[in-house]
């Protein structure tokens, strides 16, 4: 036999005005859930932000003067871009005092043509003897340097490992394909400097499209900085030392990707703000109309024998019962949402998108509902205690 | 087992104050089946409320088994109302989301009992309702509603029974049968107080109480 608790009775209680407790439930819902999601877009930008900047492994890069935007989106997105200056350019930066490690990279924007698919795609060309990005990557997973016929590639290129993609009239075998960072790696493909000189040399006989580069011409230089400076010294005497290049911090571009976020997110925010508060003042608005409805069957319980206790927690139950159902719609529909449109969101803002670890989950849901459920309780607090206080004959016979 | 010393009870509404029982000193003993007439407007029910502590008095004390009930914790107070006395309202009193037998076994719950649903299937038996136990107050007629609230004032055994016009809405037939229910169970040594207007009811009592513009007149049998 079922038992006549609290929750049972809060839950017939909210079946009685359905339309009325949908309506609370949708507003509390839609305050979560725009919390909610936002809360795990930003929470997913920084974690691509964390994982991209530890696999570009450069405190600064130095690129060709007036590519800083391309540049930025390339590494931020993938967008693919192409710029180039001269490799006498490594050698000056490698001379700068406090430069620790120096390596080039060359880009070159490419279809790529696998097995499944075709898209556009943003080749890097690394210097194996320099490089301390790729490098550490295959010393892990590969255990041997890469073949001029081989390529690593990000993990949003459609192909596998061991399969053949095909370059500019070049074939390579796929020979790893790297971890997710939600940045512009994702959407690159890896291989050394010299095999893509010697695709771009062979492009000339055996490509529709010609790539016109000639050894000697490098994209970007990254650059680490020595223990005890700071980058932004290093970056100023680069920009002096260095004519015809921009330098970018890593600081640069997180923020970069910060002001993106912040621009659109901060107009949500305050909206979200409202809609709490909404909330709140609906769920309290609702509960004054609910103890004046129900005084005489308030009084029926106090005479039956519920204490003022009891009926204080009935009407708690049944607001933190709709807040809390609220709460978990709110997160469930705003992180589907998140999820169907992450792809357009990221895109238009330009920003880069990696799902955070599980515990990040876990926190920002119990998080989003302890809000939603305490909301609850302090929009009915008032209602709650003064249904309580009625003196139980004085309700029956108001309410009759 | 009931003692109302010096009761008052007195509402201000707007300017004036309303005397709705005044002076009133009454004793009710254990086992009394006793009946309260008067006017409407004479009290009745502030009196039946004051003796079950529904009501604060403005002045006087409410004496249970010795005990003022106004000294007591809210908690003790509702466990009073809840193990001790059963109320039968003058209107309907069902509480309209849960269907009859969930209605008649409310009381249990605050009681704490789990296993209670046999003894709710025969109260509503005994009031003749038992194919309507799963039916809502809706769906019941006025004087289902009433003999389903009658099973709730009976489910915890209650030792004295406060009952505010009963039979009122009822028919001559019905009227008959709660009123062989209400002796049975004063034989059985449950203390009744019923307010009515029906001759044939306040027949029954041992006693008749008459309430006149908040004052007590006893015409005692
Ligand atoms: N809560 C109240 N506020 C103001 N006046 C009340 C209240 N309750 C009862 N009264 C007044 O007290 C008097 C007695 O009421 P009541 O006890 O209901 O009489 P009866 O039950 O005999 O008809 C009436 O005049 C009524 O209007
Ligand atoms: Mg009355």
Known sequence: MRRLGLLYLAAQNLRRKPFRSFVTIAIVGLAAGTLFSATLLIGSVHQSLEVGMERLGADLLVMPEGSAESGETALITGTPTSFYMDESVFEQVKAIEDVEQASPQIFIESMISSQCCTGHVQIIGYDPETDFVVGPWLEDNLNRPLENREVVIGSLILANKGESVHFFGTDFDVAGVLDSTGMGADESVFMSMDAAYEMALNSQEKAETFLEIQPGQISSVLVK???????????????????????????????SVTDRLSGFLRGFFVLDAIVWVMSLLTIAAIFSMIVNERQREIGLLRAMGGSRRFVFRLMLTEALMMTAVGGLAGIL??????????????????????????????MLMAGTLALAVVTGAIASLYPAVSSSRLEPYAAIRQGE | MIKLKEI????????????????????????????????????????????????????????????????????????????????????????????????VRLPA???????????????????GLKDRIHSLPGMLSGGEQRRVALARTLMNNPEIILADEPTGDLDEETEADILDIFRSINDKGVTIVIVTHSRAVASQAKKVLRMNKGHLEVNGD
Not at chain 2, 74 to 95: K, M, T, V, Y
Not at chain 2, 111 to 127: I, P
């Open chain 2, 8 to 103: 008052s009870k007195s509402y201000k509404v707007g300017p004036t104050t309303v005397r709705a029982v005044e002076s009133v000193d009454l004793t009710i003993e254990r086992g009394d089946m006793v009946s309260i007439v008067g006017h409407s407007g004479s009290g009745k029910t502030t009196l039946l409320s004051l003796m079950g502590g529904l009501t604060k008095p403005s002045t006087g004390r409410v004496l249970v088994d010795g005990t003022n009930i106004w000294t007591l914790s809210d908690r003790e107070q509702s466990q009073l109302r809840n193990r001790r006395i059963g109320f039968a309202f003058q209107f309907s009193s069902l509480i309209p989301t849960l269907n009859a037998i969930d209605n």
């Open chain 2, 109 to 127: 719950t605050f009681s704490g009992a789990l296993v209670n649903h046999g003894r709710a299937t025969d109260l509503l038996e005994l009031v």
């Open chain 1, 225 to 255: 900085v020595a223990p005890g400076t700071t980058v932004e010294q290093v970056a100023q005497r680069i920009k002096a030392g260095v004519p015809g290049t921009m330098v970018m911090t890593a600081n640069d571009l997180s923020q």
């Open chain 1, 333 to 362: 529909v705003g992180g589907a949402g998140l999820f169907i449109f992450k792809a357009v969101i990221t895109a238009s803002l330009g920003v880069p998108y990696l799902w955070p670890p599980l515990w990040y989950f876990g």
